[in-house]
């Protein structure tokens, strides 16, 4: 069964210092991995996917994550943080070896980023 | 450029009322469309899903019921709420026309339904 676990449920940083989220996650295909994040009362916002080829993947606002198939990990990260990166984050995965007509993502619970000035 | 619309944002309802939700697409023809639900700013519960008009799939049997009539247009309802529906409901499209795997899925701004 496909699954993504997030095993910090908060995550603090001080401003100008490197973040990261992490993110772990089983499938029985190839994995198809996707960051969203969430800022209050919005909608969840695309950051990036992988999908195949290189493991560092740039997205967004400075966001980048990187694949380890062997830690089947997909931990999102950026090398200074602001204080409007504060937000609700999540992960979240597709299982290329399940056939759905819709491919369905499964996400993770979300880790709350707090950055500090 | 594609946007997804969805009204009203906010909705308090008694016990026992009907309820309609609705979400349109603009920018782009025959997207996938999906409705979850996320319960006390956490994680996402998919409701429902539907690959083209009036295809709708249920992932969990509920108090509630969607419908797709018209191909950018998807609408969440339930003709007796329970208190147990209270929570924040985004309806989420994707490209079809993109390898499915692939294809991330956009999320609107979401309605915060409170039943009393």
Do not use: M
């Amino acid at each position: 069964a496909q699954s993504v676990a997030q095993p910090e449920d908060q995550v603090n940083v001080a401003e100008g210092n490197p973040l990261t989220v992490k993110c772990t996650y089983s499938v029985s295909g190839n994995p198809y991995l996707f960051w969203y994040v969430q800022y209050p009362n919005r909608g969840l916002q695309f950051l990036l996917k992988y999908i195949t080829g290189d493991n560092l993947v740039k997205g967004s606002y400075g966001f980048e994550a990187e694949f380890n198939k062997s830690q089947t990990s997909f931990h999102l990260k950026k090398p200074s943080a602001l204080v409007s990166d504060s937000a609700l984050y999540f992960c979240a995965v597709r299982d290329g070896g399940f056939s759905g007509g819709y491919n369905k993502l499964i996400f993770g619970a979300g880790t709350r980023l707090a950055v500090h000035p | 450029s594609q946007t997804i619309h969805q009204w009203p944002a906010t909705l308090v309802q008694p016990v026992g009322s009907p309820l309609s939700l609705e979400c349109t697409v603009e920018g782009t023809s025959n997207p996938n469309l999906y409705w979850y639900r996320q319960a006390a700013g956490r994680g996402l519960q998919l409701l429902f899903y539907s690959v083209g008009i009036g295809q709708i799939s249920s992932e969990v049997p509920q108090n509630l019921s969607a419908s797709r009539p018209q191909d950018r247009q998807f609408i969440l309802s339930s003709k007796k709420l329970l208190l147990s529906d209270s929570g924040f409901y985004l309806c989420a499209w994707s490209a079809s026309t993109e390898f499915p795997v692939s294809a991330p899925q956009h999320f609107g701004d979401g309605t915060r339904l409170s039943i009393l």
